[in-house]
């Protein structure tokens, strides 16, 4: 009888494990684009798990359409509030590893993303302070939100096409950063209806 009760708790000790490490997925989109603004999906960071792009559905209408895929690198935090959502202005905890004209992720705390491209920074007085391009981040921050420096971009050719894109890892990110996929240029019927993304 002892035995009986040894062998299921253990099964079910395997069973919740089993559970525990199944992936997560998201699907996210649908996102257009302009002929002033590419056609951007953020995928916002994990504190732990991978993303890994799984699917990709898009419609493009130039030969040159690319997409590309980019992870976030460096990490930040948000040091001093900016409630103009346009303002170009954002203090944050440190500056090391910044490159003028990276594009930027800022993660809300309840996981919302927003992007923009980076002017400069400074230390002055203390403070790490960023300057971002006009229209800054269409966001108000508060003192905890997170910023990511992406990385370089990976594209992929894609040509004028609708089209629909499958594999285990059609781009893999960073544990703990967000990721991007834009499709560019975009002129009139440019789009990323959806991507499905893998966390583990």
Same mark, same amino acid.
């Given at each position: ?62 030969? #040159? =359409? !690319? *997409? @590309?895929?980019?992870?976030?690198? %460096? ?11 346009? +303002?170009?202005s954002q203090v944050v905890n440190a500056t090391n590893g910044l490159s003028n004209g990276s594009t930027l992720v800022l993660q809300k705390l309840n996981g919302v993303c927003y #992007? =923009? !491209? *980076? @002017?400069?920074?400074?230390?002055? %007085? ?11 981040? +269409? ?13 370089t971009a990976v594209p992929l050719p894609v040509g004028a096409t609708t089209n629909f894109a499958t594999g285990d890892a059609i781009f893999v990110g960073v544990a703990g950063r ?23």
């Open positions: 009888m002892k035995n009986k009760i040894l062998l299921t708790l253990a099964t079910a000790a395997l069973a919740v494990s089993a559970v525990a490490a199944l992936p997560n997925y998201q699907t996210l989109g649908p996102a257009s684009g302009t002929a002033a603004s590419p056609a951007t999906i953020i995928i916002p960071a994990d504190p732990v798990l991978t993303p890994r792009v799984v699917t990709a559905n898009w419609q493009s209408d130039s030969n #040159s =359409a !690319v *997409l @590309s895929f980019t992870a976030g690198q %460096g990490a930040y935090v948000i040091a001093g509030t900016n409630l103009v959502s346009s +303002g170009t #992007s =923009a !491209v *980076l @002017s400069s920074y400074t230390q002055s %007085g203390g403070s790490n302070l960023l300057t971002l391009a006009s229209g800054g981040w +269409g966001a108000a921050t508060a003192i905890g939100d997170s910023v990511y420096q992406m990385g967000p990721a991007a996929v834009t499709l560019t240029p975009s002129l009139v019927t440019n789009r990323l209806n959806s991507l499905t993304v893998r966390f583990d």
